[in-house]
């Protein structure tokens, strides 16, 4: 799976690198003579003081990521700069970013990455650069005719009581909680520990994946119950709701005396109003001072987001295409953030 993903990244760079070349030519003309002189592109655009190295945005496993960074990547080479994607697991890339091998993180999305990022932050190699005007949430998800076999939802514990329903070949008699890629490190592990429910986490290897098996389950009804989070595509297609877990505190993460297992951590839900921050390599405004300005004037709402993920995941779009499909519906929201 993890090749299959290598593989999948590396065609994504491949087709980013093949689309670059045909049409910023003077992008990268700029940023090969441009090294040793900063008067050369001063006055044409905001790269001027900035250094002429590319700006490294890492790709992600899911749509809107995919999408938007390459929304914000033909921003920056609009705006003059020079842009590499960089494919990344989506934990690693705070390590990466505090390094100084990669600049800047779009989309911190609380609930799968809050953790990571706050490490950083703490650590100081890593800023909390902006908060895009939106809310989150990543959870335990169903199709609302699940309600019709399996009364008192959304509350978990009415799940728990039906976790039959969810059982597969694959899960004996416990039910089957369907989660995302690993490295969203979602806690759901710790979460059936932690609450005692009689679940299996059975981890996808791609996103694609979750929709396959929610298509095909919504297809006759049969009960599903999944990872998923909004703003997604999900929310276009399908009625559903997210699992209520008792409320998600900071504290739930590492008390254990936290919540109704005085022994376990993670007996509660992920934040139901979560952040979606960009974050930057603390080297970033350093090295590129007007091009974390404009990053900093970079905001994403939820409909955006949706937008996004809808347009590959429902549409059926490459991501290079949705991000120019975009970017043409949206462009004054794009001239909004050159300022
Ligand atoms: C980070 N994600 C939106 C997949 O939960």
Same mark, same amino acid.
């Given at each position: 799976m993890k090749k299959l993903l290598a593989i999948l990244f590396a065609m994504v760079v491949l087709a980013t690198a093949c689309g670059d070349s045909s049409d910023s030519t003077e992008a990268t003309g700029a940023s090969d003579d441009g090294a040793e002189s900063s008067d050369d592109g001063g006055g044409e655009s905001a790269a001027g003081e900035d250094s002429s190295d590319p700006i490294r945005i890492p790709l992600h496993n899911w749509s809107s990521q995919l999408v938007g960074a390459e929304v914000l990547g033909n921003f920056l080479e609009g705006e003059g700069y020079t842009v590499e994607y960089v494919p990344s697991d989506s934990q690693v890339v705070y390590q990466s970013m505090c390094d100084g091998d990669v600049e800047l993180v779009h989309e911190v999305w609380e609930g799968a990455f809050g953790v990571a990022f706050q490490e950083q932050v703490d650590a100081g190699c890593v800023l909390d650069w902006s908060d895009h005007n939106a809310v989150t949430r990543e959870d335990w998800w169903y199709p609302t005719y699940v309600e019709d076999v399996c009364p008192g939802l959304p509350d978990w514990e009415a799940l728990n009581d039906c976790s039959e329903l969810f059982a597969t070949a694959e899960t004996g008699d416990k039910g089957r909680f369907l989660g995302g890629p690993v490295d969203w490190l979602k806690g759901d592990e710790e979460r059936v520990e932690g609450l005692g429910l009689n679940f299996e986490v059975i981890n996808v290897g791609s996103a694609a994946t979750l929709w396959a098996e929610l298509e095909t389950a919504a297809a006759d009804e049969t009960p599903i119950v999944l990872f998923n989070w909004t703003p997604n595509f999900v929310e276009a297609i399908y009625d559903g709701k997210f699992v209520e877990f008792p409320q998600f505190e900071e $504290?739930?993460? /590492? &008390?254990? @005396?936290?919540? /109704?297992? $005085? @022994?376990?951590?993670? &007996?509660c839900g992920n934040p139901a109003e979560g952040y979606l921050k960009i974050g930057v390599g603390q080297h970033f405004p350093e090295k590129w001072p007007n091009a974390a300005e404009l990053v900093k004037n970079v905001d994403m709402t939820n409909a955006m987001l949706a937008d996004m993920a809808n347009l590959v995941d429902s549409e059926g779009l490459e991501a290079s295409d949705a991000a120019e499909k975009w970017a043409e519906d949206n462009a004054d929201v794009i001239a909004g953030w050159a300022g």
């Open positions: $504290a739930c993460r /590492t &008390d254990p @005396e936290w919540g /109704t297992n $005085a @022994e376990l951590t993670h &007996d």
